[in-house]
């Protein structure tokens, strides 16, 4: 593998210069590379060391490592995953909750994957479907500058999912926007957002598992109250829904 060299690190003198548009500027010094290079806020990259005069590119050095590392993990895997992202265990989820969703549905869109977006229902929450429904269409349109929804709501018991796949021409628009630093901030974040959906599919095949919260009613049972009652503020969201559902 040719080793790629950056500004400074380049010695020799003069060599080939390709322009930050692909253009074929000539043979020019070193200094003078490095010059038009700085006036245009990029990077001097030696692409072919072995040439003589070696070749050398104007460009973004962070974007270029930033797509050698998309297209060496794309070889690892042919195949986009799907990516499921539960909404909690009901329509009572707060807004900084389906925030944090919303991102990391994002991040992996970004990343090439298609993702699921589940919304469940619980007790009389099935008496109020659009509730959910309405959730479902504002995650897809925060999610219409890089994606379209491939999957209209489709019901499997007492959940609701859409499928949301990427936009390849927006999502690599998106990126030619970002800096070579928010495109490795990216990818960090990425990573953790990988892990965190792990646990959050664990925790999700438990609570598959621990459904018994709802009686043969559909009525969510009572939990019993410790202590004198509670008087802190409840959530806004949560107050409204119950309010709607009849609920106390």
Partial sequence: MQRTRVNHMIRISPIRLIGPDNEQVGVVETYDALKQAQEVGLDLVE????????????MDYGKYKYELSKRAQSGKSTQAEMKEIRLGRSVKIGANDVKIRVDQARRFMMAGHKVQITQRFRGREMMHKELGLERLAQIANDL????????????????ASIIIAPDKIKVEAAKRKMTKEQLEAEQQALEEAERAHAEEAARAAAE??????????????????KGPADDRAGNP????ISALLGED
């Fill in 47 to 58: 692409i072919s060391p072995e040439s003589r005069p070696p070749v050398c590119k104007i």
């Fill in 237 to 240: 969201v949560d107050d409204e």
């Fill in 208 to 225: 598959d598992h621990d459904d018994d919260d709802d009686d043969e009613g559909g009525k969510p049972k009572k939990k019993k109250r």
């Fill in 144 to 159: 219409s500058d890089i994606g379209k929804v491939e999957m209209a709501p489709r019901w499997m018991g007492r959940q």
